[in-house]
C-alpha cells in the first residue's frame, strides 16, 4: 500500500505548473498592447483568449501553464503572426521552450523585440525607421525578405504624397547593427535634409538575400559566380512590392517619382528594374556599379529596348576611379547605351571620384547628392501622375507587353503573320504577360481603333 501511495505522489509532482514572466519588453511595444502566448498548448494560436499574459502586480506580465508532461514550445505576440516577437536585431527568434518538472517553476522571460516594430534598442537607426516586415514574401523567388521602411518626419502630421526610393542590401542603409561594413545612414541625410527644407521622401529597404544576392541581382548568369534570377526580383519590386506600398502609404505612384538605387550588385539591378519597368521607376542611383559581372550580356539588353524608352529616365553614376581597371570604362560603355535609348544628357550625370572606394563609407558620401539630383526640378505638390505626350506600346526583351500613356482602356487585336485575327484584348497603363494562347511565332498587336501604331510581337 506504502508503494503504490509513493508512486502516485510521484506522478502528481511530475505535473506541476509553470509560470512564464515577462520582466522586460522592447521600447517600441505599443501602449497598453495585448501580450498572447502562443505554442504547443493552444495549437499555435497567435489570439488565443485564454493564453493572455496578465499583470502581476509588480510592473510584469505572466501567464501560468497548468500542469502537465513533456516539453512545450512557444513564443509571444500582439495577436497576429505578423507581430511575433524577435530577436534582438529584430529578426526570427527560434521558438522558445520549457519541460514541465517535478516541482513548480517560474520562469522570467525578456521580449527582445518585435518582428514588426524592430527593436527599439541602441542601434543607429532613426526613430522614423521601422521594420515593414521581417518576412515579406517574394512570391516570384518563393521566398520572404526583411523590408525597412523610412517615413519623413513629417509624415504624421501631414497629408502629403512622397516620392519614393527602393534601396537595395537594405540591411546596411540605416543601422550599424545590422549592416555588413557600416551603414549609409539614409535616415541621418534624409532628416538633415529635409531640416534644411528638403520636401521629403519615403525610403523602402530590402535586404539582399545573403547567398543569393548574386543570383538575385543580376538577370544575367556569370559562368564563375551565378546570377539569373534578377528579373524575377526585378518583378518582385515593380509588381508586388511597389503596389504594396503605393496601396498603403501616401506616395506619388508615378515613376517620374520612384527611384531604384543600389551599389556594386544593386546597381545593377537598379539599372535593370528602371529599363524593364519603365512605367514603375524612371530615377536610378547607380553607384559603384559591377556591371563587369554581365557586361555583354547587359549592353547587348539595352541596345535591343525600344528608341526612346528611356527618353524620360533620370540616371546618376558615380563610382571611384580606382576601383578596378575597367569600372570608369564600363560605366561609361553602359551610360552611352543608355543614352542610345533615349536618355538624355541633362538627365544623365556621371561622377568619377579618384578618392571613391567599393564601400559603404563612400556610398553614404554620396547618397544625398544622388537622391538631391535625381528628384530637382520636379513638382513635389502635384496631385496627379504626370502625363505624357504620346502612347507606347512595345514588347520588353523579357517578353511582356509595355502599355504607357494611353488615357483609358484600349480594345488591341492579335494577328498572325497571315492576317488572321487570334484574339481581342484589353489593355491599359502598365506591364502584361503574352496571352496564353499564342503559341511560337511573330505577330501584329493593332488597337481596334487604329490610334495607336502597331507593333510586332514576338512569341519565343
Known amino acids: 500500500m506504502k508503494k503504490i501511495y509513493f508512486l502516485l505522489l510521484v506522478s502528481s509532482m511530475a505535473f506541476a505548473q509553470v509560470t512564464l514572466k515577462i520582466t522586460g519588453l522592447p521600447t517600441t511595444t505599443p501602449a497598453n498592447a495585448t501580450i498572447y502566448m502562443a505554442g504547443t498548448v493552444n495549437t499555435w494560436n497567435p489570439v488565443d483568449p485564454n493564453y493572455i499574459m496578465q499583470p502581476d502586480g509588480s510592473g510584469n506580465l505572466q501567464i501560468v501553464i497548468p500542469q502537465g508532461t513533456g516539453t512545450v514550445s512557444y513564443k ?7 507581430t511575433v516577437e524577435g530577436n534582438a536585431t529584430g529578426g526570427f527568434l527560434p521558438d522558445r521552450t520549457f519541460t514541465f518538472t517535478a516541482a513548480p517553476q517560474t520562469i522570467n522571460l525578456t521580449i527582445q523585440s518585435w518582428e514588426d516594430l524592430g527593436t527599439g534598442a541602441s542601434g543607429t537607426a532613426a526613430s522614423n525607421v521601422q521594420i515593414l516586415s521581417n518576412s515579406f514574401g517574394i512570391p516570384q523567388l518563393s521566398t520572404t525578405r526583411k523590408i525597412w521602411l523610412y517615413l519623413p518626419p513629417d509624415y504624421a502630421t501631414s497629408t502629403k504624397h512622397y516620392p519614393v526610393l527602393y534601396m537595395e542590401d537594405g540591411q546596411n542603409l540605416f ?16 532628416n538633415t535634409l529635409f531640416s534644411q527644407g528638403n520636401y521629403g521622401a519615403i525610403v523602402v529597404g ?53 527611384a531604384v538605387i543600389g551599389s556594386s550588385m544593386g546597381a545593377i539591378i537598379s539599372t535593370y528594374a528602371a529599363c524593364e519597368y519603365p512605367n514603375a521607376f524612371r530615377k536610378v542611383g547607380n553607384l559603384s556599379p559591377a556591371y563587369w559581372f554581365a557586361l555583354s550580356d547587359m549592353n ?17 553614376f558615380v563610382c571611384g576611379t580606382n576601383e578596378s581597371t575597367s569600372m570608369v570604362p564600363d560605366v561609361n560603355t553602359v551610360k ?38 535625381l528628384f530637382q526640378n520636379e513638382n513635389m505638390l502635384a496631385t496627379t501622375s504626370s502625363t505624357y505626350e504620346s502612347p507606347k506600346i512595345m ?44 503559341s511560337k511565332g511573330i505577330y501584329i498587336l493593332k488597337s481596334k481603333n487604329d490610334e495607336i501604331e502597331s507593333i510586332k510581337l514576338v512569341r519565343n
Open 300 to 316: 547587348a539588353y539595352i541596345n535591343a529596348l525600344s528608341p526612346s524608352v528611356l527618353q524620360n529616365h533620370r540616371m546618376y
Open 76 to 82: 509571444f505576440t500582439r495577436g497576429s503572426w505578423p
Open 206 to 258: 530590402i535586404d539582399n538575400g545573403g547567398g543569393e544576392r548574386l543570383n538575385e541581382y543580376s538577370p544575367w548568369v556569370n559562368a564563375q559566380y551565378g546570377g539569373g534570377h534578377g528579373d524575377e526580383y526585378a518583378a518582385f519590386l515593380a509588381n508586388t512590392l511597389k503596389p504594396y506600398i503605393d496601396a498603403n502609404y501616401r506616395t506619388r505612384p508615378e515613376a517620374a517619382m520612384n
Open 336 to 373: 552611352n547605351n543608355l543614352m542610345g535609348k533615349g536618355m538624355t544628357a541633362a538627365n544623365t550625370i556621371t561622377e568619377f571620384d579618384p578618392a571613391g572606394t567599393h564601400s559603404e563609407s563612400f556610398w553614404r558620401t554620396k547618397f544625398g547628392a544622388v537622391y538631391v539630383w
Open 395 to 438: 514588347q520588353t526583351l523579357s517578353g511582356k507587353i509595355y502599355v504607357e500613356g494611353i488615357p483609358s482602356a484600349t480594345d488591341f487585336e492579335i494577328f498572325n503573320m497571315l492576317g488572321k485575327k487570334i484574339k481581342t484584348i484589353t489593355l491599359s497603363n502598365g506591364m502584361y504577360e503574352m496571352p496564353d494562347e499564342l
Open 175 to 190: 543601422d550599424n547593427v545590422t549592416s555588413f561594413s557600416g551603414e549609409w545612414q539614409v535616415d541621418e541625410t534624409l
